[in-house]
């Protein structure tokens, strides 16, 4: 323990278990029913393009907020990029250690696959863009950590990656703000193609973030321009 | 006590603890990790307080929330580390790379 004096520490675990106290009688005091959106939900679920309420909720009645989440993902990309860290670079050709090589192998393909189902049964089971997004992202990590790195004239791919999702999710902001009148107003009988088409461009730009963000910045050889 | 009640409380509890590991300990990595132990405590009140009416199907807004915020707290745990990462290089070279 680092603090000051053993009185500091005990009054601290003394204020954490009032704070307790207080938030479980804020808990228990809530009111069982009748304050929820559920029944909201349920009652639009049939015109929202989806089967699956949290898929509806994230992808159609609360679309705004989902695309937010994407412009936060973007911005702490950026961030950690403008931080200047220089990741150490990986040795040129595959990872030296067979096993590692031959996982890396196997593995890469079931990553997609599952991430490819993952997206299509969002639509009627939990699922979805962020859950496929985020094996895919785990997909890059587990490359990142074999030693690959992604090739020169792939760089510009995957910057086009990074910013897909956020700009398909603001281009049918955009069409439907011109078609509809309300940004994000999906065209009766269309909702189901417009989330199927955002979710695909948010799934891989999502994986690819994710993994940009584990690697942590530019590797050295972009830097300089290689 | 129905179940939601308990994983509500046990979020709190994980709240508290989270807050109380990040003033005690001092290295930067255990108040990252006690910051998303904190995170994760309001996700639990959150899901938990979602289904709090065992006739109802459960409330499914908080999910979507919820979801937004596993991924914001993701990106902002990474974040945190690539700065622990520059603090723990500059602790290692005192003034290098300074322009």
Known sequence: MRLASAALHAGLIVMCLALAAILAVAVLGLPVSGDGLSEAVTAHLRRSGVTHPVTAVLLNFRAYDTLLEMAVLLLILVGIGSLGVVTPEAPRGAPAHAVLREVVRVLIPFFVLVAGYLLWVGAFAPGGAFHAGAVLGAAGVVLILAGYRPPVFLRALLQACVLAGLVVFIAVGIATLLMQGAFLYYPAGWSKYMILLIEAAASVSIGVTLAAMFLGSLPAAWRSGA | MTSALFFMLTGVLLFVMGLYALVV?????????????????????????????????????????????????????ALALVIATLLYRHDAHPGAGEE
């Open chain 2, 25 to 77: 300990h001092a290295h930067v990595l255990r108040k990252i990790i006690a910051v998303n132990i904190l995170g994760t405590g309001v996700f639990m009140v959150f899901i938990a307080g979602a289904n709090r009416d065992p006739g109802l199907v459960p409330d499914p807004v908080p999910h979507a929330l919820v979801l937004t915020g596993i991924v914001v707290a993701v990106s902002a745990t």
